[in-house]
């Protein structure tokens, strides 16, 4: 990621998904810019990170509707939600001593 060709664009807000290395996160923070880092490993994270941009964007109404429609359109939520923590859960597990968010994306 080009840092400089980001903020010629003058956001105020930076919204990015880990995992970013360590050089792109402290070029990132040296920047005049809120730094807002997500890392879902879960649909319990999905929801969970789609009200916080809800609130900072503050559409938490809209935030909460397209929460809906996804379970709507995906498979069976509940049991979704019970698998995506199970896998969260066994990678956690497979790297014991690690930070959970330390662990790289499946797939």
Do not use: C, Q, Y
Request: glycine share 6%.
């Amino acid at each position: 990621m080009n840092i400089g060709e980001v903020m010629r664009l003058k956001p105020t807000m930076l919204i990015g998904s880990v995992p970013f290395t360590p050089d792109t996160v402290a070029k990132i923070l040296a920047e005049p810019v809120t730094f807002v880092a997500i890392n879902p490993r879960s649909l319990a994270d999905i929801e969970r990170d789609i009200r916080t941009l809800g609130r900072i964007a503050n559409r938490p109404a809209n935030a909460e509707t397209l929460i809906v429609k996804m379970k709507h359109r995906s498979l069976p939520w509940p049991k979704l939600l019970a698998l995506s923590e199970r896998i969260a859960g066994l990678v956690s597990i497979a790297r014991p001593g690690r930070n959970r968010e330390s662990v790289p994306h499946l797939g």
